[in-house]
């Protein structure tokens, strides 16, 4: 039998982000062994940090720690629907935007929801000093160019700063300028960065899909038809990528909201819980392309 090369697709999510731990915690126990990972958002911080040191144990202990140190309770009331109306944070920048688009106010929208601080001292911690030649598995930070609009993969240098871009929220947290662009949440562009590790050279490919459920909303409120149509497109952008994947996985977490981090060890469950439904289908995929490699470069002996 030849050896495959099996990627790892990691989508973003916040909080939701962390069922990937569950998830390499079941391919740890089953002895798949990934040979390269891209992460979006929290997919970028949870692969970021198994491919520096693949030990799901202790990337566990060390991201829980830091919820723990980064006192969570301020990240949920901070983007709570109660605090968001008191505020009205993100619904001004929404509607701030609206107006600039049509030429109804030239006011510039200020300020973020969050200070990049929150984040930014934790990932500094633990990676700062490391970079992407230091991880035992190739891995891939997915970000988005606000300037040009492109994808960017990001593969070299420091590894703080690309887990920081792309896990910068936009409306919550600034982005992050590396070299000469402006770079946020690569989720902006896709969900599941699926295409990177098929472009990257895998010969298998599972996907974790944290897309949460198109919402129910009340239509006779003209923003929550904005937004559903926002959600509606990247659901179709998401279903391109998923296409690509040979495993699709989708933990049952999806009415968990993105920043609901009390809900951490309940994420967490859910990915391991998923991974075990398809952990037979994974293992006889695995052992199908095998096969299959082998029969190309026989014949071609």
């Not at 891995?139 to 609009?149: I, K, P, R, T, W």
């Not at 240098?157 to 910068?168: I, M, N, P, T």
Request: aromatic share 6%; glycine share 8%; net charge positive.
């Amino acid at each position: 039998m030849y050896k495959i090369r099996i990627g790892l697709a990691l989508g973003g999510g916040g909080v939701r982000g962390l069922s990937h731990l569950g998830v390499l915690k079941v391919l740890e126990e089953a002895c798949v062994s990934i040979d390269l990972i891209a992460g979006v958002s929290m997919g970028t911080i949870v692969g970021g940090g198994y491919a520096l040191n693949p030990d799901v144990e202790a990337l566990e202990r060390r991201l829980l720690r830091a919820l723990k140190e980064i006192n969570i309770s301020r990240i949920e009331r901070a983007v709570s629907p109660e605090f968001l109306k008191s505020k009205g944070a993100i619904q001004k920048k929404v509607n701030t935007f609206i107006r600039e688009i049509y030429a109804l106010s030239k006011q510039q929208m200020q300020g973020f929801v969050l200070d990049s601080s929150l984040i930014e001292d934790g990932i500094k911690d633990w990676l700062g000093g490391k970079v992407f030649a230091d991880t035992k598995i190739p891995f891939y930070a997915v970000c988005a160019d606000l300037n040009s609009g492109e994808e960017i993969v990001l593969h070299s240098g420091r590894l703080d700063r690309a887990v920081l871009a792309s896990s910068s929220i936009p409306a919550i947290f600034p982005p992050v300028r590396i070299k000469d662009r402006l770079l946020t949440d690569g989720g902006a562009i896709t969900s599941v960065p699926v295409r990177v590790v098929k472009k990257m050279g895998a010969d298998l490919i599972i996907a974790v899909n944290l897309q949460p459920e198109l919402a129910r909303r009340d239509f006779s409120k003209g923003m929550n038809a904005f937004y559903q149509v926002c959600d509606m497109r990247a659901r179709a952008l998401n279903a391109l990528q998923l296409e690509f994947a040979d495993v699709v996985l989708e933990p049952a977490i999806k009415n968990i909201k993105w920043a609901h981090f009390s809900r951490a060890e309940t994420c967490i469950k859910a990915g391991e819980e998923e991974a075990r439904k398809k952990i037979a289908e994974i293992k006889a995929l695995i052992k199908r392309k095998k096969r299959r490699k082998f029969f190309r470069l026989f014949r071609r002996t």
